[in-house]
């Protein structure tokens, strides 16, 4: 039983799907990837095959406490063309379930009609397509139970954001620093 499901459509980025799932599991958050083919091997939008745990058919929403939805070309287009996954997007947000996505994905939950009124931010040339809602050009985008993304540049950020979701802003603090990300000295230089 996933706390999480990322999902997987070929032509998925890998950089976003792989940093939110390796930033979750070293938090203790369980995240199921999820392929949305009858395949368990999907090849991401790089030509990188990437080996899901479980398929579409066999992934426990009731369960799972968060969508996610990695960006990349034609990934975005094909999981938003899976009916089976809109629909449970669509119960997710009927029942105030979280629902995250980076770079071109946000688009998926603004044509489902799920964003009127929120703020959200996808990768820049995709902000036309966010009708109902404000583009906020930010890094990472919190709105009640979205958390949206710029792209691959912004993956660290959006799962940390992700950690912090599920398990607060120390553990979200904790894996950073794991991964030495944003080390500073004390005069906040950068030390990488």
Same mark, same amino acid.
């Given at each position: 039983?996933?706390?999480?499901?990322?999902?997987?459509?070929?032509?998925?980025?890998?950089?976003?799907?792989?940093?939110?799932?390796?930033?979750?599991?070293?938090?203790?958050?369980?995240?199921?990837?999820?392929?949305?083919?009858?395949?368990?091997?999907?090849?991401?939008?790089?030509?990188?095959?990437?080996?899901?745990?479980?398929?579409?058919?066999?992934?426990?929403?009731?369960?799972?406490?968060?969508?996610?939805?990695?960006?990349?070309?034609?990934?975005?287009?094909?999981?938003?063309?899976?009916?089976?996954?809109?629909?449970?997007?669509?119960?997710?947000?009927?029942?105030?379930?979280?629902?995250? @996505?980076?770079? #071109?994905?946000?688009?998926?939950?603004?044509?489902?009609?799920? +964003?009127? %009124? &929120? /703020? $959200?931010?996808?990768?820049?040339?995709?902000?036309?397509?966010?009708?109902?809602?404000?583009?906020?050009?930010?890094?990472?985008?919190?709105?009640?139970?979205?958390?949206?993304?710029?792209? @691959?540049?912004? #993956?660290?950020?959006?799962?940390?954001?992700?950690?912090?979701? +599920?398990? %607060? &802003? /120390? $553990?979200?603090?904790?894996?950073?620093?794991?991964?030495?990300?944003?080390?500073?000295?004390?005069?906040?230089?950068?030390?990488?």
């Amino acid at each position: 039983m996933a706390q999480a499901l990322i999902f997987l459509a070929t032509g998925y980025e890998e950089i976003e799907m792989l940093t939110v799932v390796d930033l979750l599991r070293r938090s203790h958050i369980s995240i199921d990837m999820v392929s949305i083919s009858d395949s368990l091997e999907v090849t991401s939008s790089h030509n990188v095959t990437i080996k899901a745990d479980i398929l579409l058919k066999d992934a426990d929403f009731d369960s799972a406490q968060m969508i996610v939805l990695p960006g990349g070309i034609p990934g975005t287009p094909n999981l938003l063309a899976c009916t089976a996954l809109t629909n449970q997007i669509k119960d997710f947000a009927a029942k105030g379930k979280w629902l995250s @996505a980076i770079c #071109a994905a946000p688009t998926i939950y603004d044509h489902l009609g799920l +964003f009127q %009124g &929120r /703020k $959200a931010t996808c990768y820049p040339s995709f902000a036309e397509e966010l009708n109902d809602a404000s583009y906020v050009k930010q890094p990472v985008v919190v709105d009640d139970i979205f958390i949206t993304s710029r792209g @691959a540049g912004t #993956a660290i950020e959006f799962a940390a954001a992700i950690v912090e979701r +599920f398990a %607060g &802003r /120390k $553990a979200a603090e904790e894996v950073l620093q794991q991964i030495i990300y944003n080390d500073k000295d004390e005069k906040g230089k950068s030390q990488i």
